[in-house]
């Protein structure tokens, strides 16, 4: 029997992955992926804890992050290619018409 | 408790009406053709003002009472809130209906639609699943319009780092709900907060901070406190401006009603884990955060040459404000939340009114660079007038209403024994007062070769400013009818928290 704080330290892992990868990424896509890597840790932490408690909370719950995460993908992926045509490039370094 | 369709229905009324309002501006962008066109942006206009009377005639029973399975309260402040964001929609769309860009994008006022329809069910969230779908339903139709502008180069790009930014904050946002899910095995806000009091996680203090911190990141981002401001001024200044005024205020207003309903509810006095009281640290967090945006936002402002960038940073700097209300939150007194909600309540006037301004000037002249700004008086009086009521109201000058939204906040927090908060408060809107009163100058003293040149301003226009004219002076000089609504408000959000400690599990 596997106890819940080894998926909880696999999630707090792959969370930790996900952030490292939206600072160090510097293509759009990769960052957006890490993004999605993040949210998919917070639904192993919330699956793993609704095991824990016996509860339907935290699978309810994971099903919405899903649909949510799949609305966000959509957007996302439309902003990458409106990015792509405008400039040939989803290097994010590269976006720097204004400052200050 | 009995499910009933009808006696449930009040909570959400502005919602469902809203959720019709998207279907029947869906539809008239289908049929209409030609100048009818024209019409969707009144419809937008008249049905979200109409649906912004909805929580004032149906008003809640005293307290605050779940619904929909415990995932929405029904209490005065969620009404306020919702009033709020329907009135800021509403104004929106009138400054679209200026524009010759957006008067005839049904698709513009379906979005906008969509998102004041998040922003509600923000104010009135009471379980973590609805909080996230309501903020995610907010931001991901905003990400939309700030790139609405396809083919400007500025708009796409500002909306990636909108995008990016936002994505990550409620990624880091939903982590911490995991963990709180985690401590307490149960979604409902208040339910959680039972179970943290009940000395269920005894002495396991780190983790509880780090939920606390990573919903904090959520909120720092949602309300545009430094440091996780970053991407503000870039979305102000890309994003088209009718849009821009829409983000400043719904989005804004939405998640500080939240932000006090987590203070309140999840980590209310009380709570002591492993020998610490657990809403010191939160309002440690507030009050710093309260702070450095303050005096960030105004300092950064000083040097800006856009107006919608410095408009921006002003923002910054008015988030930093309504957060002294929120730290005051620790003393639980009524006048900590009547604060913070009467401020946001005639911020989304001044507000709107100064972008609406911004939008009617470039309209005429393309140009939104400070120094353009020379002249307004002449080309145009009544125009220069109104940006100055809405920039003195910013600035917190009486009569507008910005003055008595100041002190509000600044008594609450002396309320709360934060006398130098307050202080520091006060210091800051004198560096503020400066780069408002230079625009002002700019707009009366200074010459401009196209003095003679009169700016036009359209039907929708003048509505727009007839509106948030009169309601900012009106709030000004008449502050109670609100406050007193804003004060219903506070002791509904405190009879959840006095409750906690009596729910059975």
Not at chain 2, 27 to 56: E, H, Q, S, W
Not at chain 2, 401 to 411: N, R, V
């Amino acid at each position: 029997m596997v106890e819940v704080e080894a998926f909880i330290v696999l999630s707090a892992a792959l969370f930790i992955l996900g952030a490292m990868g939206v600072v160090l990424r510097r293509n759009a896509i990769l960052v957006f992926m890490s993004v999605e890597l993040m949210l998919n840790a917070a639904n192993l932490a919330l699956v793993a804890f609704a095991w824990h408690w016996g509860g339907m909370d935290g699978h309810i719950f994971v099903f919405f992050v899903i649909t949510v995460a799949a609305a966000e993908v959509a957007v996302g992926l439309a902003l990458i290619v409106a990015i792509f045509r405008s400039r040939q490039s989803i290097n994010i370094d590269e976006l720097h018409l204004m400052e200050g | 408790m009995e499910f009933n369709f009808l006696d449930s229905l009040p909570a959400i009324a502005p919602e469902f009406g809203l959720l019709i309002l998207a279907i029947v501006v869906l539809a008239l962008d289908l049929y209409l053709r030609g100048d009818k066109r024209d019409n969707i942006a009144y419809v937008t206009f008249f049905g979200m003002a109409a649906l912004a009377l909805t929580p004032i005639i149906w008003q809640p029973e005293a307290g605050s009472t779940e619904y929909w399975g415990g995932m929405v309260r029904h209490d005065s402040l969620a009404q306020i809130f919702k009033v709020m964001v329907l009135l800021a929609g509403a104004i929106t769309a009138l400054i679209a209906a200026s524009t010759r860009e957006f008067a005839q994008k049904g698709e513009f006022y379906l979005i906008i639609i969509v998102s004041a329809l998040g922003a509600c069910l923000m104010s009135a969230s009471a379980d973590l699943i609805m909080v996230f779908i309501a903020l995610e339903t907010t931001s991901i139709p905003l990400y939309v319009l700030v790139a609405f502008r396809r083919e400007d180069k500025l708009s796409v790009e500002s909306s990636m780092k909108y995008f990016l930014f936002g994505s990550f904050a409620s990624a880091v946002m939903l982590y911490g709900f995991s963990f709180l899910y985690g401590f307490a095995g149960t979604t409902n806000l208040s339910a959680i907060a039972a179970h943290m009091a009940s000395g269920a996680m005894a002495d396991n203090l780190a983790p509880v901070l780090v939920a606390m911190v990573l919903i904090f990141v959520g909120f720092g981002f949602k309300i545009s406190a430094v440091p996780f401001h970053f991407w503000t001024p870039d979305v102000y200044e890309g994003a088209p401006t009718p849009v821009t005024a829409f983000i400043s205020v719904a989005s804004k207003a939405g998640s500080f009603a939240l932000l006090m309903r987590f203070l309140v509810e999840v980590f209310p006095q009380g709570i002591v884990i492993g020998g610490q009281q657990v809403e010191e640290f939160w309002v440690g967090l507030v009050i710093a955060s309260a702070v450095i945006s303050m005096t960030v936002g105004n300092v950064l402002a000083l040097s800006q040459k856009n107006i919608k960038r410095l408009l921006a940073y002003s923002s910054i700097a008015q988030a930093g404000y309504v957060l002294i209300g929120v730290a005051a939150l620790q003393a639980a007194t009524a006048q900590s939340v009547a604060s913070v909600s009467y401020y946001l309540f005639m911020y989304t006037f001044t507000n709107l009114l100064v972008f609406g301004v911004v939008a009617l000037f470039t309209e005429s002249t393309g140009s939104e660079t400070i120094a353009d700004l020379a002249g307004l008086s002449r080309r145009n009086p009544l125009l220069a007038l109104s940006m100055t009521i809405g920039l003195l109201s910013l600035a917190g000058i009486p009569p507008a209403a910005g003055f008595i939204g100041k002190f509000f906040l600044f008594q609450a927090a002396v309320e709360a024994n934060l006398e130098w908060l307050a202080m520091v408060g006060v210091l800051n809107a004198i560096v503020a007062l400066y780069y408002y009163l230079v625009v002002i100058k700019i707009m009366y003293v200074d010459r401009s070769e196209d003095d003679d040149k009169p700016i036009a301003v359209s039907v929708p226009g003048r509505m727009m400013l007839a509106i948030t004219v009169t309601a900012t002076l009106i709030l000004g000089i008449i502050p109670g009818p609100v406050f007193d609504w804003a004060l219903e408000g506070a002791s509904a959000l405190f009879e959840v928290a006095a409750a906690f400690g009596t729910l059975v599990f």
